[in-house]
């Protein structure tokens, strides 16, 4: 399985940025999909979580509301779609696949993407 994110860049707070992750290779539907994010001296968090093959989805606290996370299976992509964006969202976000998807919860993943900086200015 291989993970290409795409998407970060610099934003003010309140405005929205879109995280595309392109995933490939023979097993990829099999797996939970998720997206992490490390801000600067902090430890790796889980941000959200979904599956190709179903429509459930799971968020931290933190982005509940603000953020969705999404699939397009035609295109093989997922998307971090981030709304109302804050300061403290600044952090490079990770695109996780995990075939156990309560790992990812624990920051726990099969396969990684590159980060992805996100940052937003007050």
């Known amino acids: 399985v291989q993970l290409q994110a795409s998407g970060g860049g610099l934003v003010q707070a309140g405005g929205s940025l879109r995280l595309s992750c392109a995933a490939s290779?023979?097993?990829?539907?099999?797996?939970?999909m998720g997206w992490l994010c490390q801000a600067p001296g902090k430890e790796r968090e889980f941000v959200a979580a979904t599956h190709w093959s179903t429509d459930s989805t799971g968020y931290a606290d933190s982005v509940k509301g603000r953020f969705t996370i999404s699939t397009d299976n035609a295109e093989n992509t997922v998307y971090l779609q981030m709304n109302s964006l804050k300061p403290e969202d600044t952090a490079v976000y990770y695109c996780?696949?995990?075939?156990?998807?309560?790992?990812?919860?624990?920051?726990?993943?099969?396969?990684w993407g590159q980060g992805t900086l996100v940052t937003v200015s007050s």
């Open positions: 290779g023979r097993t990829f539907r099999r797996y939970f």
């Open positions: 996780a696949a995990s075939i156990i998807g309560p790992n990812l919860r624990r920051g726990v993943a099969n396969y």
